[in-house]
Each structure stands twice: as C-alpha cells, then as structure tokens.
C-alpha cells in the first residue's frame, strides 16, 4: 500500500474552481493507477475520475465531465483534480485513491490505498 495525502479542499462560491493535489509516499508511483472518489452525507461514494498508470487514458463521472479534469506528475508522486464551475452538487469529502493491481478500476473495491479525505463545500 501507498500513503496518500489529500489537499486543496475548502469553502467555494458556485462557479468557481478548486484544485485538488494527492501526494504519495511510494518510490514506484507510476505503477499505480489513481482515481477520485466523492462522498456526500448519506450517499455512497462516488468514483469520480480516474487516470491511468501513464496519464494517457482518463475517466469522468458523466455529472464532471466537461467541468473536471485529472492529471498526474509521476516525477513529483502527485496527482491532481481541477474542478471548474463548482455546483452545490459537488459538495463531498473527496478522496484519493491508488491501486496497483487493477489496471483499469471500475469501483471502489479495486482500490487498495486511500486518503484521508479533503472537504469541498460549495456555496449557493
């Protein structure tokens, strides 16, 4: 497993940004593939993007896609969400996660390391 620290969350107006960064304590980062989860009160958490061991291919919950984006530094052990034209919909604890034993993860159970979790609140 892969030690994963989340940062970037906080308080935002509708409309605007925040970027999200996952630091991970781990010499083969580039053999992990990294995702994006979500958590609401009361909801299930959400997988909301993923990128893949290169960065070459990306996943995007239908309710991001267009507004999101997720990039990785392998360099730096780092992967980062932008999220643009935040609604009071995106409002979660947001999770980072790795897995390196799935290639292409579908859920949450094919992660194997995790964050803590940073708060996004958007405001109305």
């Known amino acids: 497993q892969v030690q994963l620290v989340e940062s970037g969350g906080g308080l935002v107006q509708a409309g605007g940004s925040l970027r999200l960064s996952c630091a991970a304590s781990?010499?083969?980062?580039?053999?992990?593939?990294m995702g994006w989860f979500r958590q609401a009160p009361g909801k299930e958490r959400e997988f909301v993007a993923g990128i893949s061991r290169s960065g070459a291919d990306t996943y995007y919950v239908d309710s991001v896609k267009g507004r999101f984006t997720i990039a990785r530094d392998n360099a730096k052990n780092t992967v980062y969400l932008q999220m643009n034209s935040l609604i009071p919909e995106d409002t979660a604890a947001y999770y980072c996660?790795?897995?390196?034993?799935?290639?292409?993860?579908?859920?949450?159970?094919?992660?194997?390391?995790w964050g803590q979790g940073t708060q996004v609140t958007v405001s109305s």
């Open positions: 996660a790795g897995s390196r034993r799935v290639a292409l993860p579908k859920g949450a159970r094919d992660f194997d390391s």
């Open positions: 781990v010499r083969t980062f580039s053999n992990y593939y």
